[in-house]
């Protein structure tokens, strides 16, 4: 390797390259397998799942859009199209914030609740099925780890409102 101009970035590693080029491809194509086996057996995306799924953990079964468009990785106008269409299935209601009248809060309904525990378990073996009878031995809290510190690092900057 030659002297490397200050400044400039260090080529990747043998092993770092076949580690992004893995992580990559599983980042595209692991979110297509479980979206399809979700539609397939529920009609039901994989973004409308983990809208559900989150606000089924909020207090009160509730939360601001724009927290819930950040804990979903999702811009706040995706969001809202999301739970607008939840709305529509009466899995989700809309409120306006109690505290400064001009944010909105997501609600998840009882039947959203129902809807959500009905799901789960296809959900769980596609996520068996596609993730973790593939791991083996892995270190699993120690790669959670360094996933949720590169998702910090990158993570949406501001919200545009909370719609």
């Known amino acids: 390797m ?4 200050p400044g400039r970035p260090h080529p990747l590693t043998g092993e770092e390259e076949a580690f992004m080029r893995a992580f990559v491809r599983a980042s595209l194509t692991l979110p297509r397998a ?4 979700l539609l397939r057996e529920h009609r039901m995306t994989l973004n409308e799942y983990f809208t559900l799924m989150h606000l089924s953990e909020a207090p009160g ?3 601001r ?4 468009a950040e804990a979903a990785a999702l811009s706040l106008s995706g969001m809202t199209r999301i739970v607008t269409r939840l ?3 009466g899995l989700v209601l809309r409120e306006q914030c109690a505290e400064d009248g001009r944010g909105w809060l997501a609600v998840l309904t009882d039947a959203g609740l129902e809807r959500l525990r009905a799901v789960w378990p296809a959900h769980l073996a596609s996520v068996r099925r596609h993730v973790f009878d593939h791991l083996g031995a892995a270190d699993l809290s120690g790669f959670a780890a360094a996933l949720h510190s590169v998702a910090a690092a990158n993570a949406f900057p501001g919200r545009d409102g909370d719609g």
Do not use: F, K, W
């Not at 479980?34 to 086996?37: I, P």
């Not at 859009?65 to 819930?68: G, H, P, Q, R, Y």
């Open 87 to 89: 709305q529509d299935l």
């Open 2 to 5: 030659q002297n490397e101009a």
């Open 65 to 68: 859009m724009s927290d819930l």
């Open 61 to 63: 079964r509730r939360m």
């Open 34 to 37: 479980l979206e399809a086996d």
